[in-house]
């Protein structure tokens, strides 16, 4: 049977269409299923200015050498947004006003104003990416909300976001659920590199989500961020942590502590940011004691303990160290604890020890 030179040519091109259809589809599924780029992930002590210069230097390296642009933040979804608003705006409006929403954070320091400045002067090809629940949602997101609905972005992809960003904030600060907010950033943080299309990332965190092999620092029962994105992604996922460079070498002061009836001359270490792992703490002071040990080497230890790496200076054997909590109510607690050479899943830690009361 012949077939028209016409028909021929309808069976031609539907033909064609089928395979292209085919390679298509195949094309489209390789895309989604696009395994990701490399991770590198940092664990700082936030606002840190020899940490955030180094951060610095990491980044501007893969921004200038590699061509990354993509920078993954300990921040809310929408704060990094409005912080890719100011990075196209002609002054620092959107800059001042989070700075303003930062009260009572780490994050409220010149030393973080100037790094985003840095970033903005010599790699103002940057996009950044927020990963983490929604801090500040009743200002930030407020007003980030308002800003999409005033530009007829209601119904786009980045209102929602925000909106689900906002819920994770109310629900996290409503429960102080510290396993919901390690988890969610995870969860946070894999459904942001998928829409990234296997970009290679960089990720600046705080040391307390990047041990590879731990647990979360609050309730040590789940696997912390860095755990669990090793598990998934395996050796794309690559962890630092840079929070030695924060160490103190030199007291900042000397203090007088007295204990019971006697003095003690006490050296002050300063302060670490607790606000961004525990919402009901503002940050703690630590002072070491000198000549103190022989005093309360027999005392009652309690079983709390706290690694080495929490302190913002070395920690020798053999000494008695103070530690105030200030909490977000403003009142304080106080611990005493004592470095004996104890470790705790494989951390040298202090431990805390009870000042016995008279009657």
């Known amino acids: 049977m012949k077939i028209k030179k016409r028909n021929l040519i309808f069976i031609v091109i539907a033909i064609v269409a089928m395979i292209s259809l085919i390679f298509g589809g195949i094309y489209l599924a390789t895309r989604t299923q696009q395994r990701p780029g490399q991770m590198y992930l940092y664990g700082e002590e936030h606002s840190v200015e020899q940490i955030l210069e180094k951060e610095f230097e990491l980044w501007s390296s893969y921004y200038h050498d590699d061509g990354m642009r993509d920078l993954f933040l300990e921040l809310p979804y929408y704060t990094a947004q409005y912080l890719n608003l100011w990075m196209q705006s002609d002054s620092d409006d959107i800059l001042n006003l989070l700075y303003q ?110 041990g590879i092999e731990a647990m979360d620092y609050a309730t040590n029962s789940v696997p912390c961020m860095a755990n669990q994105l090793h598990k998934k992604y395996g050796a794309a996922l690559h962890a630092e942590d840079l929070s030695s460079l924060a160490l103190n070498h030199e007291a900042y002061r000397v203090d007088t502590i007295e204990i019971g009836e006697k003095q003690y001359k006490a050296l002050y270490w300063g302060k670490v940011d607790l606000s961004a792992i525990l919402p009901d703490y503002q940050y703690r002071e630590f002072w070491q004691l000198e000549n103190a040990y022989d005093d309360f080497k027999g005392k009652p230890a309690t079983g709390n303990v706290l690694p080495y790496n929490n302190y913002p200076m070395e920690i020798e054997i053999g000494q008695i160290y103070v530690i105030d909590y200030m909490k977000a109510d403003g009142s304080v607690v106080r611990e005493y604890h004592r470095s004996d050479g104890n470790t705790w899943q ?14």
């Open 101 to 210: 929403d930062w009260a009572g954070t780490a994050m409220q320091s010149q030393e973080m104003i100037d790094f985003y400045k840095r970033i903005k002067s010599e790699c103002p090809e940057t996009v950044f990416h927020g990963t983490d629940v929604g801090h500040q949602y009743n200002t930030t997101g407020a007003r980030f909300l308002d800003y999409l609905s005033a530009t007829g972005q209601k119904e786009s992809e980045v209102y929602r976001l925000s909106q689900e960003n906002i819920e994770q904030g109310k629900y996290y600060y409503e429960h102080s659920d510290n396993v919901y907010r390690e988890n969610q950033m995870v969860e946070n943080f894999i459904q942001t590199i998928q829409r990234l299309d296997g970009a290679d990332v960089m990720g600046i965190y705080g040391s307390a989500h990047m």
């Open 346 to 359: 494989g951390y040298f830690v202090t431990e805390e020890f009870l000042i016995a009361t008279e009657n």
